[in-house]
T-cell receptor
Framework: DTGVSQNPRHKITKRGQNVTFRCDPI?????LYWYRQTLGQGPEFLTY????????KSRLLSDRFSAERPKGSFSTLEIQRTEQGDSAMYLC????????????FGQGTRLTVV | DAKTTQPNSMESNEEEPVHLPCNHS???????IHWYRQLPSQGPEYVIH???SNVNNRMASLAIAEDRKSSTLILHRATLRDAAVYYC???????????FGKGTRLHILP
């Protein structure tokens, strides 16, 4: 296994367009997390899944954001009608469930909205 | 949401030990203490975790206070490659999602 893979690595889009990011977790992991990170800040929790079930979505996340994990494997994060404030690094992580487990992070997708 | 307090930044000299503190005065009995670090332009990476006892691994040591209200991440011999943001995170047995705070930016001086 090559670890957590995120695609694309970079995305430039015009304001108002929709974008979709993909995350391929470590294959045996049942937990998958999405985060957003802006310059100088720690990663901000967006949502997480156990298998295909979305367990929690941050209350700070607008309705323009949606994530899914069909069949409990890869996950997609879609942002509709992008705004300049959506420009950030989007990080994905996977792990086994449980507070003792180690999470593995991908390299992230850097989104720039122009 | 972050339940930990860390200094914003620290400096250390190369090849010397580094002690990174973390306060978590409201820790519950089921909270695990985790440390992650984020190198420049990388995703975070796991460093170490513990519950009550001190822990050692190939990357670092974790010293946990007897009352568990604080902990210290110890890098035994810092290198330039250890320059990163270090995050101290509590993960509860019942709600184990990973919530990051602002972390400590560690600068290593050659």
């Amino acid at each position: 296994d090559t670890g957590v893979s995120q695609n694309p690595r970079h995305k430039i889009t015009k304001r108002g367009q929709n974008v979709t990011f993909r995350c391929d977790p470590i294959s045996e992991h049942n937990r998958l997390y999405w985060y957003r990170q802006t310059l100088g800040q720690g990663p901000e929790f967006l949502t997480y899944f156990q298998n295909e079930a979305q367990l929690e979505k941050s209350r700070l996340l607008s309705d323009r954001f949606s994530a899914e994990r069909p069949k409990g494997s890869f996950s997609t994060l879609e942002i509709q009608r992008t705004e300049q404030g959506d420009s950030a690094m989007y990080l994905c992580a996977s792990s086994w469930e449980g507070a003792r487990t180690e999470a593995f992070f991908g390299q992230g997708t850097r989104l720039t909205v122009v | 949401d972050a339940k930990t307090t860390q200094p914003n930044s620290m400096e250390s000299n190369e090849e010397e030990p580094v002690h990174l503190p973390c306060n978590h005065s409201t820790i519950s009995g089921t909270d695990y203490i985790h440390w992650y670090r984020q190198l420049p332009s990388q995703g975070p990476e796991y460093v170490i975790h513990g519950l009550t006892s001190n822990v050692n691994n190939r990357m670092a040591s974790l010293a946990i206070a007897e009352d568990r209200k604080s902990s210290t991440l110890i890098l035994h011999r810092a290198t330039l490659r250890d320059a990163a943001v270090y995050y101290c995170i509590l993960r509860d047995y019942g709600d184990d999602k990973i919530i990051f705070g602002k972390g400590t930016r560690l600068h290593i001086l050659p």
